[in-house]
């Protein structure tokens, strides 16, 4: 977010989870998205992080709630079931809106 401090974080070069580090050693670039999925018998289950959060709208609340987890690299899990989505869902957004 504009105005908030680095944030402290690993990897380097050349390795899954990328840090190209400056001349100031300020990582300025890393995994836009880390997705995951696993096919098994009883399904498919996948996670996922993102830099960032569930909104574009700099002013929203969601705007950056998912770059905690993205730091310290703990997954999302990827809802796949609508309806398990609807009954845990926080608020619904239409199209449009």
């Known amino acids: 977010m504009p105005g908030q401090s680095p944030f402290a974080n690993d990897g380097g070069l050349f390795t899954v989870d990328v840090a190209n580090p400056n001349s100031n050693y300020e990582q300025t670039a890393g995994p836009s998205t ?10 498919v289950t996948c996670s996922f992080q993102v830099p960032g959060g569930q909104s574009g709208d700099i002013d929203s609340p969601n705007y950056d709630d998912l770059l905690p987890k993205w730091l310290a690299n703990e997954p999302m899990p990827l809802v796949l079931d609508i309806a398990e989505a609807e009954a845990n869902a926080e608020r619904t957004v239409e199209l449009g809106q």
Not at 34 to 43: K, L
């Open 34 to 43: 880390r997705f995951i999925c696993e096919a098994r018998p009883e399904g």
